[in-house]
């Protein structure tokens, strides 16, 4: 089970500097990744990593963080979706999980 975060990445209305990337993890035997997510559809415009849990795929693979904006899922876009229709989206995913993220900020960028 593979699960990709694709960053097709801009700068964002509020002129927060972002980083484009791909990310592809295997989820664990739970058919999970290792992360959980804020934000979302009526509360706030985008969807965010809020915490990579230690010893999961997401944790080992290093590349995600706290903070990463997510902005799709297996090539979908989760504008207007909310947290709960995101974290569906990806545990419906058989074989694993591409999502697309601006990646962390460097730090010349902060």
């Known amino acids: 089970m ?6 097709d990445i801009e700068e964002d209305k509020l002129g ?12 664990d035997a739970q058919n999970l990744i290792g992360i ?7 509360y706030c415009p985008c969807l965010y990593i ?3 849990f230690d010893n999961t795929p997401a944790a080992l693979d290093g590349t995600v ?6 902005t799709g899922v297996n090539g979908r ?14 545990q419906e995913v058989k074989r694993g999980w591409r999502g697309r993220s601006p990646g962390p900020i460097p730090p010349h960028l902060r």
């Open 65 to 70: 963080a706290a903070g990463d904006e997510i």
């Open 16 to 27: 927060i500097p972002t980083v484009p990337g791909k990310v592809t993890l295997q989820k």
């Open 77 to 90: 876009s989760i504008k207007g979706k909310t947290k709960v229709e995101v974290a569906k989206m990806i």
């Open 50 to 52: 809020v915490q990579v």
């Open 36 to 42: 959980s997510i804020g934000g979302g559809a009526q």
């Open 2 to 7: 593979f699960a990709d975060l694709d960053y």
